[in-house]
């Protein structure tokens, strides 16, 4: 991509300028602190600005510094992040605080290697980091990045490739700024992928402030570009929840310590769409006799790689199983971090 270099480098002060004219004020960017940065960043991914501001917020207030998340309990961790979703990301953010602290002095690193070598953070949350907040010369590509320079570069690699953005990554750093440039050029390549070339669908063109360095625009295929691979299709997955109660309180389970939501709690539940007879073999091993169970709406919940369809059961039991947790509606809601997959049946009890 060495012939892009010179594109992208007369690009990037007017880039620089729309944005630092045009920025929102997000909470992260007005006080862009490496911990603030690291914390945002690991919030944003696969969630949307607006969603992430309250746990932002709320999220500082409980754990202001990198020492006080590395000493948070795991339970009130998953809390605070209950309704991101990807909950490793909150319990990676804590195993690297705890390393920040043991082995960095609790000062988040500067160094884009150092950066990596922390649990959770790769290529993108590092370059985002000392960009940002140290004013290095590293880019940070996501999906957002690779978009825009496939279309100002007119490239029709496909980005769904490691060697894309490798390519990316080189092709920027030859030509990042330092300082106060490095994190409006990071912030505003984000931004202007955010919010002019947008994706799904046209990018808007018309209101671009680096529309005159761009190839696909003077070459009339930015409908075209970027490039991408079909995915793999999800695989469906069919699942039976139980709101299994007796006095009053509810059964919840923690789900296993590690794969899909680890160590987070739920409502029993089990594979596949069991009839009401298969459901009462079903509770008997987990020594349960129902009283009444009644049908509910059916749910669905769909992760990256996986789309559960769940069908739910009202289970009224006379005696409590020790297999289970039992709590009452208020302390589910207050206390314990149920996962999104869940959320149809949590808003039943
Ligand atoms: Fe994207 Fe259009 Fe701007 Fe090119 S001119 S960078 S396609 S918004």
């Known amino acids: ?16 300028l729309w944005y630092e004219t045009n920025r929102k004020p997000l909470p992260w960017r007005t006080d862009a602190t490496p911990y603030h940065v690291w914390l945002s960043e690991i919030m944003l991914q696969q969630t949307r600005i607006e969603a992430v501001i309250p746990y932002y917020n709320r999220f500082l207030v409980e754990l202001p510094t990198v020492k006080s998340l590395s000493e948070v309990d795991d339970d009130r961790l998953m809390k605070l992040w209950q309704g991101l979703g990807y909950y490793s990301r909150a319990r990676n953010l804590k195993k690297a605080a705890v390393v920040i602290v043991e082995r960095f002095n609790g000062e988040i690193p500067s160094d884009v290697d150092a950066l990596r070598s922390l649990p959770g953070i790769g290529d993108y949350t590092a370059g985002a980091i000392a960009s940002i907040a140290y004013g290095k010369p590293q880019p940070a590509v996501d999906g957002n990045v690779l978009r825009v320079v496939m279309r100002l570069c007119a490239r029709y690699d496909d980005i769904l490739l490691p060697a894309t953005k ?13 300082g106060h440039d490095a994190k409006l050029l990071t912030e505003g390549l984000m931004e202007l992928g955010e919010t002019v070339c947008v994706p799904n669908g046209a990018p808007r063109c018309e209101e671009c402030p680096v529309r005159e360095f761009c190839q696909a625009y003077a070459n009339g295929v930015t409908d075209q570009l970027p490039i991408r691979s079909a995915k793999k299709e999800r695989r469906t997955e069919n699942r039976t929840v139980m709101l299994l109660s007796c006095n009053g309180k509810y059964a919840l389970s923690k789900r296993p310590p590690k794969g899909l939501l680890a160590s987070l709690w739920q409502f029993p539940n089990t594979d596949g769409h069991l009839t009401q007879g298969e459901l009462k073999e079903y509770l008997s091993t987990v020594g349960i006799t129902p009283v009444t169970i009644e049908k509910t709406e059916s749910a669905k919940h769909i992760f990256s790689h996986v789309e559960w369809h769940m069908n739910g059961y009202r289970v009224v039991s006379d005696a409590q199983s020790d297999r289970f947790v039992w709590a009452e509606p208020a ?8 996962p999104t997959a869940f959320q149809y049946f949590k808003s039943l009890l």
């Open 166 to 178: 490798k390519a990316v990554s080189h092709v920027l750093q030859a030509v990042y700024p330092s």
């Open 1 to 16: 991509m060495n012939r892009e270099i010179g594109r992208l480098a007369a690009m990037i002060p007017h880039l620089c």
């Open 331 to 338: 302390e589910i809601h207050d206390e314990y971090a149920i």
